[in-house]
């Protein structure tokens, strides 16, 4: 499974309906859990974004999909990262010439 970090930002419809964010939230869990990923960690926050996500999902394939099905809705805008956990990170550069 890959690792994405997921920053988000509500829109103004998103904003005018926060307290609907939870229902929302979980409606988003089971969509990338058909799409064979799970949320690691979510955190609301302050500063840039208002929302941080860390997920796993089988490639990036599903995680575009993921993003374009909740983003269609219309409550959040994001900016995905793939992301390489530490073992990955050392692998990688322990491979390079």
Do not use: C, H
């Not at 964010?21 to 974004?49: H, I, N, W």
């Not at 990036?60 to 909740?70: C, R, S, W």
């Amino acid at each position: 499974m890959a690792t994405y970090i997921m920053l988000a930002n509500w829109t103004d419809q998103g904003i005018k309906s926060a307290k609907e964010s939870p229902r929302r939230f979980d409606a988003a869990k089971q969509v990338l859990k058909d799409l064979g990923g799970e949320f690691k960690s979510f955190y609301l926050t302050m500063g840039d974004y208002d929302i941080i996500a860390v997920l796993e999902a089988p490639d990036d394939t599903a995680v575009a999909k993921f993003i374009l099905q909740t983003g269609m809705l219309g409550n959040i805008r994001t900016r995905t990262l793939k992301a390489f956990p530490e073992d990955a990170y050392r692998q990688l550069l322990g491979s390079m010439g």
